[in-house]
């Protein structure tokens, strides 16, 4: 039971690349999130997929995509990389109304 | 107005001591308190999740919910240097999740 993985662990892009970071989660758990955590900002809600099949914006979803491929993976991409989106990345799932379960984050470097 | 403020400290004390972290929240729609602890450098792990007010034990932990006044704590009892991470509160209703910028807390040996 891996509970919640990402990959990479970390990552340096340059101004303009795209990525994709993966998830993947084995608790059978309907709704995952993206996270970016920030000093000073706390975490702050990319998108979210309630369940299988289904994906929403969260507080910050500019310049980030989400594909909920199947119930145990979320991906987040980065089109055109920009030096703002330099962060700490979280994924996480969650049963509806219960608690959330975190990977161990992306770290992400925009030169 | 943020869903979730908490006071980003740093707070530092020495160990054996009680540590009280606390959050205020805006909405009282909110259906489940929770606390998170997170090591430098590593994900959140949930250390705490209560639904109603009043409160919850587990071990040195101790979180307490006043949904009257919107307010959600967490008490340390004896402190150890283990202890030391980021606290983080979090607030949710429905599908959406809502975090503390969380409270950094050295305990001193």
């Known amino acids: 039971n891996a509970g919640v993985t990402q990959t990479p662990k970390f990552q340096v892009l340059k101004t303009g690349q795209s990525m994709t970071l993966q998830c993947a989660q084995d608790m059978n758990h309907n709704s995952m999130y993206w996270y970016r955590q920030d000093p000073g900002m706390g975490l702050r809600l990319i998108y979210y997929s309630a369940s299988e099949g289904t994906t929403d914006k969260g507080e910050v979803p500019n310049g980030y995509n989400v594909s909920r491929l199947n119930k145990r993976e979320f991906s987040l991409r980065l089109e055109s990389a920009a030096p703002s989106q330099t962060s700490v990345y979280f994924c996480?799932?969650?049963?509806?109304?219960?608690?959330?379960?975190f990977g161990p984050g992306t770290r992400l470097l925009v030169l | 107005q943020k869903e979730v403020e908490q006071d980003p400290g740093p707070l530092s004390v020495p160990e054996g001591a009680i540590v009280s972290l606390n959050c205020t929240y805006s909405n009282s729609a909110f259906q489940y308190f929770m606390w998170y602890r997170q090591y430098s450098r590593k994900g959140p792990e949930l250390l705490m999740y209560t639904y109603s007010s009043g409160n919850k034990e587990d071990g040195r932990f101790t979180a307490q919910v006043d949904k009257s006044s919107k307010y959600i704590s967490l008490f340390i009892r004896d402190s150890q240097p283990s202890d030391s991470a980021t606290y983080l509160c979090?607030?949710?209703?429905?599908?959406?999740?809502?975090f503390g910028t969380g409270t950094s807390l050295t305990v001193i040996p």
């Open positions: 996480a799932s969650s049963e509806a109304l219960r608690v959330g379960r």
């Open positions: 979090a607030v949710n209703t429905g599908n959406q999740f809502y």
